[in-house]
T-cell receptor
Framework: KNQVEQSPQSLIILEGKNCTLQCNYTVSPFSNLRWYKQDTGRGPVSLTIMTFSENTKSNGRYTATLDADTKQSSLHITASQLSDSASYICVVSAGLNNDMRFGAGTRLTVKP | DGGITQSPKYLFRKEGQNVTLSCEQNLNHDAMYWYRQDPGQGLRLIYYSQIVNDFQKGDIAEGYSVSREKKESFPLTVTSAQKNPTAFYLC?????????????FGQGTRLTVV
């Protein structure tokens, strides 16, 4: 069973609308949680990284939240743009090493 | 410009052949990683290297081999022993393997068995 579960698997929204992507994890011991954006056929690009002491972090129109008690994170995208169409991957690191556990991603499509 | 370069972008392999995927970084990072990405699944770790001349197996190392003779380079060989090699392969690097270091990814190589 994957230790990082993302939902929904896919999402279609209209340009200008907001959306929220979810990530639940069971990885332990928790070190940090990252959100990556991956365009089709390209490598992932980092959006945010949060440690257990942080519960929110923003990067432009992207805002990530973390609840280390419930082991949940969300990525909120505000005023979506066509260029936001991509897969969004939640990555949780365990222990003291960069032992990254990847979710399967949420495929977001923004339509005009 | 700085970053991680993977080549080729597309690679086709015949049954029974070995192929080597290139990964080069000029970020002066000590740690490098190889991942495999399949549709509907999260990235899975094949091999990683913390330092030159050292590498460790990841979760799915069978059928793959690596070398780390130079800090900048971490090539991955997909051998004929890998029964299902068709996938998207991603190379990454980080300053170290410590938990707080950022990982940067290359643009990937799509390998197809023909």
């Amino acid at each position: 069973k994957n230790q990082v579960e993302q939902s929904p698997q896919s999402l279609i929204i209209l340009e200008g609308k907001n959306c929220t992507l979810q990530c639940n994890y069971t990885v332990s011991p928790f070190s940090n949680l990252r959100w990556y954006k991956q365009d089709t056929g390209r490598g992932p690009v980092s959006l945010t990284i949060m440690t257990f002491s942080e519960n929110t972090k923003s990067n432009g129109r992207y805002t990530a939240t973390l609840d280390a008690d419930t082991k949940q994170s969300s990525l909120h995208i505000t005023a979506s743009q066509l260029s936001d169409s991509a897969s969004y991957i939640c990555v949780v690191s365990a222990g003291l090493n960069n032992d990254m556990r990847f979710g399967a991603g949420t495929r977001l499509t923004v339509k005009p | 410009d700085g970053g991680i370069t993977q080549s080729p972008k597309y690679l086709f392999r015949k049954e029974g052949q070995n192929v080597t995927l290139s990964c080069e970084q000029n970020l002066n990072h000590d740690a490098m990683y190889w991942y495999r990405q399949d549709p509907g699944q999260g990235l899975r770790l094949i091999y990683y290297s913390q330092i030159v001349n050292d590498f460790q197996k990841g979760d799915i190392a069978e059928g793959y081999s690596v070398s780390r003779e130079k800090k900048e380079s971490f090539p991955l060989t997909v051998t004929s022993a890998q029964k299902n090699p068709t996938a998207f392969y991603l190379c990454a690097s980080s300053k170290s393997v410590q938990w707080f270091t950022e990982a940067f990814f290359g643009q990937g190589t799509r390998l197809t068995v023909v």
